[in-house]
């Protein structure tokens, strides 16, 4: 049997296994065709809530987003050109890269985004991670919410740290990052530069040397993007300065033309 026929019927055993753990969709009509399939699979495991599953489909899985990992194809830090010291700029799928650490744009739940087939980021990560990923978030925030009560949410600029499971990159950081309610104000950005302090604080705690940050906040948190960005350089160069040799690489990972010259840009100018 070749490798494609055998991920095509990981793929269907996938579908039914998640159709059958859920009570709304048991009777939901699989399609046949594969990349139909795909989004189905995805849409059941972004709204499935934490919960055990069966060892067997939890192996099947990690076969399966193991080969999807490779089909995607995995890039290492090395891959990617230095722009300037250990910093590096990357425009591309965060869930591709083979890093110590990424980072995750998370919301104040942790638990990632239930929205079937959302572009954020969080839903690409809890998707090619596996369901492993949110039932160690929701651990966590069990414990938080044990000690601190049981309407703790995680605070803006305080990361969280998980393993990475069928991810190329060994740990994902999650972090809460500032949200623009109305104007941008000088309070906003410093919890976006606390953001990428703390990060960074916790990899030289770990002893994680390469890391791709995430545009934190610039998506439906709406803050402003160039201002983002120039704050992102700036307190990692700052952090850098103040930690000599603590990382060996530091990614910016964006995913858009314009997002990828304004930072080339901004790391150009300094």
């Given amino acids: 049997m070749n490798e494609q026929l055998a991920q095509d019927q990981r793929l269907t055993k996938l579908v039914e296994a998640f159709k059958a753990d859920s009570l709304d969709y048991q009777d939901l009509e699989t399609p046949r065709d594969i990349e139909d399939k795909r989004r189905l699979l995805r849409s059941l495991m972004n709204i499935r809530m934490p919960r055990a599953m069966e060892p067997e489909t939890l192996q099947l899985q990690d076969e399966y987003l193991r080969v999807r990992a490779e089909e995607k194809g995995i890039v290492t830090v090395k891959d990617i050109p230095i722009t300037g010291g250990v910093l590096s700029v990357w425009q591309g ?3 591709r890269l083979a890093a110590d650490a990424i980072v995750n744009a ?4 942790m638990l990632g985004c239930f929205q079937p087939c959302h572009s954020c980021i969080d839903n690409c990560i809890h998707t090619y991670a596996g369901i492993q990923l949110r039932a160690e ?3 966590r925030m069990n414990q938080l919410r044990s000690r601190y009560g049981r309407e703790y949410e995680q605070p803006t600029a305080v990361p969280m740290l998980t393993d990475g499971y069928n991810l190329p990159a060994k740990k994902v950081i999650h972090i809460v990052g500032p ?10 950005e410093q919890e976006l530069a606390d953001c990428y302090i703390n990060v960074l604080d916790l990899c030289a705690e770990n002893g994680l040397r390469s890391l791709a940050f995430c545009c934190i906040s610039t998506g439906v948190f709406r803050f402003p993007k160039q201002r983002a960005a120039e704050i992102a350089v700036q307190t990692v160069r700052q952090w850098l300065a103040l930690h000599s040799g603590a990382m060996d690489r530091v990614v910016f990972n964006v995913f858009n033309d314009k997002d990828r010259e304004r930072y080339e840009q901004i790391l150009a100018s300094a």
């Fill in 106 to 109: 998370a919301n104040s739940q």
């Fill in 179 to 188: 949200i623009v309610y109305d104007r941008l104000t000088p309070a906003l």
């Fill in 137 to 139: 978030c929701s651990r």
């Fill in 93 to 95: 799928d965060i869930t």
